[in-house]
């Protein structure tokens, strides 16, 4: 079945810098990688996610990059703010469709 | 419109009672699916409806923990004789593909004494 593994499992950043989260995934058929934050005390929210059909994808100041051949993907965020401080989760889908989260990275930026 | 709907948000409970929690998932939203969530760990897959395909129950923990999906809608998370290690909080989410964006509840946070 499918496994996704994340790292760093913590992350913490001065406020303006970027911060990168990594993920592999062991299912060759997954085909869609999204990424979801969540805030304290609420559910996750997806904020970006690319199709295997891609490379790289942008939205403002957050991108992700896969990689198929390698079986991972990125989350990378520019211009750290403090609003960005959350657990970020990436995910991959199995064969049965259903949706697997990595162990998550809990994201500090300091202001 | 409304998004996912969760009930109890808070549920305090003795050990080997047993706990009903309730998912409104979105209007015509055919998938649902319920993770669990341990106090600063990650989201634990328990159960996933399709349709009215038959469920992936792969994730459920033991035969204490059951769930149901009526009408392709409402679903039902039902855990027996609660043990302290379900203490958790129980996200449910839907979505309107196979494959694409799940919109989560906000939770059931589950406190077994």
């Known amino acids: 079945g499918e496994n996704v593994e994340q790292h760093p499992s913590t992350l913490s950043v001065q406020e303006g810098d970027s911060a990168v989260i990594k993920c592999t995934y062991s299912?060759?058929?997954?085909?869609?990688f999204p990424w979801y934050k969540q805030e304290l005390g609420k559910g996750p929210q997806l904020i970006i996610d690319?199709?295997?059909?891609?490379g790289e994808k942008k939205d403002q100041r957050i991108a992700v990059t896969l990689n198929k051949t390698a079986k991972h993907f990125s989350l990378h965020i520019t211009e750290t703010q403090p609003e960005d401080s959350a657990v970020y989760f990436c995910a991959g889908y199995n064969q049965g469709g259903k949706l697997i989260f990595g162990q998550g990275t809990e994201l500090s930026v300091k202001p | 419109g409304a998004g996912v709907s969760q009930s109890p948000s808070n549920k305090v409970t003795e050990k080997g009672k047993d706990v009903e929690l309730r998912c409104d998932p979105i209007s015509g939203h055919t998938a649902l699916y319920w993770y669990r969530q341990s106090l600063g760990q990650g989201l634990e897959f328990l159960i996933y409806?399709?349709?009215?395909?038959?469920?992936?129950k792969s994730g459920l923990p033991s035969d204490r923990f059951s769930a149901e999906r009526t009408g392709g809608s409402v679903s039902t998370l039902t855990i027996q004789r609660t043990q302290q290690e379900d203490s958790a909080v129980y996200l449910c989410a839907s979505s309107s593909q196979g494959v694409g964006e799940l919109f989560f509840g906000e939770g059931s946070r589950l406190t077994v004494l």
């Open positions: 690319i199709r295997s059909n891609v």
């Open positions: 409806f399709q349709g009215n395909s038959a469920p992936d």
């Open positions: 299912d060759s058929a997954s085909n869609y």
